[in-house]
């Protein structure tokens, strides 16, 4: 049962313009939701959260946006730049769980110049 | 503040022996979980310590298994090794578990491979 879902398996964005990462999850007990940028052969970098009680969260270039409603978040990057060019994952955790995330498939993003 | 390590970065293991892979988290960071990264499966859990105790553990068999020390380093044991093994192994710290964030920082994974 896959709990975490990036439905897109890639996406092409011009750079500049603003990426959209989107990802959804089935289960109501995730409390916390993080979002990853993975290089190949390197380990996964956090980028940013949120926590269930939140709607958005902020960090430079990043926001991530939570609907608890649709069981939905997305991640956006404005402006995209080349360097942003990696794999996504999205990452939930429930307090149940203790520290266990659930990641998402991933989603590959290409910034092109 | 370095980050997280893994030793070694790179393993080759022939099918029927045995592995183990070390971890030391961020300075300061108590909690160590590890997971499993295969083209097919993606990130898989496997398993999460705090304070030398498993806390958690995902859906692997018993041919896996850790243990932690007291200065919070890790370590994973994987015996009989089967083709299937053959992954990149991620460990990642965090400071203590119940606390209101719940980042967790990656190292750079261990590389296995059985043959």
């Known amino acids: 049962d896959q709990q975490v879902k990036q439905n897109s398996p890639s996406l092409s964005v011009q750079e500049g313009r603003i990426s959209i990462l989107n990802c959804d999850y089935t289960n109501s007990m995730f409390d916390y939701f993080l979002w990853y940028k993975k290089y190949p052969a390197e380990g996964p970098t956090f980028l940013i959260s949120i926590s269930s009680i939140k709607d958005k969260n902020e960090d430079g270039r990043f926001t991530v946006f939570l609907n608890k409603s649709a069981k939905h978040l997305s991640l956006h990057i404005v402006p995209s730049q080349p360097g942003d060019s990696a794999v996504y994952f999205c990452?939930?955790?429930?307090?149940?769980?203790?520290?266990?995330?659930?990641f998402g498939a991933g989603t590959i993003l290409r910034v092109k110049s | 503040k370095a980050g997280v390590t893994q030793t070694p970065r790179y393993l080759i293991k022939t099918r029927g022996q045995q592995v183990t892979l070390s971890c030391s988290p961020i300075s300061g960071h108590r909690s160590v979980s590890w997971y499993q990264q295969t083209p097919g499966q993606g990130l898989q859990f496997l398993f999460e310590?705090?304070?030398?105790?498993?806390?958690n553990k995902g859906n692997f068999p018993g041919r896996f298994s850790g243990r932690q020390f007291s200065n919070s380093r890790s370590e994973m044991n994987v015996s009989t090794l089967e083709l299937g093994d053959s992954a990149l192994y991620l460990c990642a710290s965090s400071l203590v578990p119940g606390r209101s964030s719940y980042e967790q920082y990656f190292g750079p994974g261990t590389r296995l491979t059985v043959t």
């Open positions: 310590y705090f304070s030398e105790t498993q806390r």
């Open positions: 990452a939930a955790r429930a307090m149940e769980y203790g520290n266990k995330l659930v």
